[in-house]
Structures are given as C-alpha cells and as structure tokens.
C-alpha cells in the first residue's frame, strides 16, 4: 500500500495569523498543505514559515478573495485537494475517509464533510441547510444541491480550473462521517472529536 499523500490541504487567508495558527496545529501531520495568503498585513506569511516549516505559503501581490483557492489547487501535486478556511481543521482520520471514498467512486469529484462547532460539538446550521437540499441518492450517498467549500474534498483533475477532460457525471457527495471542525477563537481550546461511524442523514 502507498504511503505518499493523496489529499492537499488549501488554505486562502488574509490577516487571521492567530486563528489560521491555531487551525494549523490542528491538520493531521502526514497531509500536504498550501497556504494562500491574500496580501495580509500583519505577518501572516512569516508566521506560518515559523511556526509551520513543512507548510508551502503562497504569498499574492492583491486580496483576490476566495479565488486564492485556485491557486492553491495549482500547487498541490496530490490526487485530491481538500480545502480549508483559516479558523477551521479536518478532523483527524477524515481526510484519508474522503481519499478512499473517492478512489472508489471515480464518478464523484466532491466529498463534502459535516461541519460541527468546536466549542459545543454541535452540527453547523450550514450542514443541515445542504443536507435538506437532496437531489437523489446513489451508493456513494446523496446527491446534494450545493455545499460549502471549505468542508470539500475534490477530486484536483475535475477542478475547473485544471483545463483537464474528466469527463465522468460530476457529482458533489455529503458524506456524515467525514467530518471537518470549526473554531471558534474564543473557544479555541474547546475541541470535539466527532463520531467517526457512518450515520443516516
């Protein structure tokens, strides 16, 4: 079995240094991450070099928003590209779950994670929103309408801005138990470790 990384952690940030550090601590140790910083201004790119050696920066001239994703997704070299906001982190165990998901349903390009709140461990309102907005089911679970980015793993040839010919039927998965948690600041030190068993939804 391989040993080399299948999912890149991306992660687009603008002067959040203490939050993306916190979240940063928290990523599983054998996933490559990129770092998108969109023109911060208080030493964002130096911290992460000093506090995160292993951590690729990518530093832009220009706030380009979340467009900063996408260059990100240019620098991973894995097979699949999860991505992150700077006050959040993947629960560890979730990324290789996305990864296997993915390498056994090559139709998918998304797997979407359940998003829950570091301070009391419940559910986002987000993840519900997109769990009610079912468009059908398949082996690989629910066909959803739309999800949000920072709790996606994608499938990096079937990005868009790849210019690749995946041609497979692009489906976006929510998948229960891969999951992914937010931080709230004031809370940081409150973490949760989610149930890591599939559940209904």
């Not at 097979?79 to 139709?107: C, I, K, Q, T």
């Not at 461990?121 to 959803?144: I, M, N, Y």
């Not at 692009?170 to 931080?183: C, D, E, G, H, Y």
Request: hydrophobic residues 45%.
């Amino acid at each position: 079995m391989s040993t080399e990384p299948r999912v890149t952690v991306v992660i687009a940030t603008r002067d959040r240094r203490g939050s993306l550090l916190r979240s940063l601590a928290h990523l599983d140790g054998g996933a490559p991450v990129v770092v998108v910083d969109n023109a911060s201004a208080d030493g964002t790119a130096d911290a992460v070099r000093a506090a995160h050696p292993a951590v690729e920066v990518v530093e832009l001239p220009a706030n380009t928003g979340a467009v900063a994703r996408t260059d990100g997704v240019h620098r991973a070299r894995t097979r699949y590209v999860a991505f992150a906001d700077d006050d959040s982190w993947w629960e560890p165990g979730a990324l290789g779950r996305a990864a296997d998901l993915l390498d056994a349903h090559p139709d998918v390009a998304v797997v979407v994670g359940r998003v829950r709140m570091a301070a009391d461990g419940s559910e986002d309102a987000v993840t519900r929103k997109h769990r009610a907005e079912v468009l059908g089911r398949s082996p690989a679970g629910p066909d959803v309408l739309s999800f949000p980015a920072f709790a996606a793993v994608v499938r990096r040839d079937a990005h868009p801005s790849m210019n690749t010919t995946w041609s497979a039927t692009s489906r976006a998965k929510a998948i229960s138990w891969v999951t992914t948690i937010i931080v709230i600041p004031s809370s940081a030190s409150s973490v949760i470790t989610a149930s890591t068993s599939p559940t209904s939804s």
